[in-house]
């Protein structure tokens, strides 16, 4: 009895030691061997490594960017994921525009011949000591202007045309075509508004409508902040342009607010502004100044 017992006790501890080391097997295979495609980077993942390498302060990583762009991106491919890459790109100009003017300007030259040179003359137009700058500037995605005496660098929508277009989708390509019509006209100078009221009323208005219709894409994402953006200004203005001066509707926001109503009565912008617009007009200005953290985010 006493011998059935023990061998029953050894059978027990043989087949407990199986499980135990099945479990942990089953553990160790858990850990080791994961889904491999958490691992795969898409297109745009690795497009975005890349760029965060580069030097944001050499206007020549905008070119390698894009090199990097092609190299990764197919013509024929999806065009959603192309978008994607090619948003990063943008973004990637901006950046470089903000930080990249020290390796693109030196401050003995006179640069003002290169200002809107894209759209009054072209390369012809270059004078033949700028020649060497303008060439580095301009296959690297940028145009030169002039800011309060400065000379500063702007995304080249010529630039975008001849790298980009056959990439992406038709939302993106009409974003960028009006960008570009922006970009020629101006928007601002020296902190003032450069353009006529019906121009900033029309441009917050397609952008308005052009980010509701594109809701959901890298077009429509794009849009949108770009109506933020016109939208705060024919709110309050800017610097040099404030809507309100000396407590009271300045004459270029007060022919706008009219147009606005009688170009897009029916806009979310005009709604949103009918308010405040209405107190403006009856010089109640504090309590108009009151709306501006839910219209704007932020008072004046």
Do not use: H
């Not at 011998?3 to 043989?14: A, D, G, P, V, W």
């Not at 002039?146 to 980009?164: K, R, S, W």
């Not at 006209?185 to 019906?198: L, N, R, T």
Request: hydrophobic share 35%.
């Amino acid at each position: 009895m006493t011998k059935l017992f023990r061998n029953c006790l050894l059978l027990s501890l043989l087949l407990t030691g199986c499980v135990s080391n099945n479990k942990e097997e089953q553990a160790t295979d858990s850990t080791t061997v994961e889904n491999p495609e958490e691992y795969n980077l898409s297109k745009t993942d690795i497009l975005e490594d890349y760029i965060l390498a580069l030097d944001s302060t050499d206007i020549e990583s905008v070119g390698k960017a894009t090199a990097k762009f092609k190299e990764l991106f197919d013509q024929r491919s999806d065009s959603i994921q192309n978008d994607k890459g090619v948003a990063l790109i943008m973004d990637y100009i901006d950046k470089v525009s903000m930080y990249g003017s020290r390796s693109a300007f030196k401050e003995d030259v006179n640069y003002r011949p290169l200002v809107n040179v894209e759209f009054d003359g072209g390369k012809a137009a270059v004078p033949e000591d700028l020649e060497q700058a303008y060439e580095k500037i301009n296959k690297n995605g940028f145009r030169v202007r002039e800011v309060e005496g400065m000379f500063d660098l702007e995304a080249n929508p010529i630039y975008f045309q001849e790298n980009f277009y056959p990439f992406i989708s038709s939302n993106l390509e009409i974003f960028l075509q009006q960008q570009a019509r922006d970009n020629m006209e101006g928007f601002a100078a020296d902190a003032a508004i450069s353009i006529p009221f019906q121009t900033l009323v029309q441009r917050t208005i397609w952008y308005e409508d052009f980010a509701n219709k594109t809701k959901g894409t890298i077009a429509g994402e794009k849009a949108k902040k770009e109506y933020d953006k016109y939208f705060g200004t024919l709110t309050i203005g800017m610097d040099n342009t404030p809507a309100i001066e000396s407590q009271q509707l300045a004459p270029y926001f007060q022919e706008a607010y009219t147009y606005l109503k009688d170009f897009a009565p029916n806009s979310e912008t005009y709604k949103k502004l009918e308010p405040y617009i209405a107190l403006l007009q009856e010089q109640k200005i504090d309590e108009a100044k009151a709306l501006l953290p839910n219209l704007i985010g932020r008072g004046i």
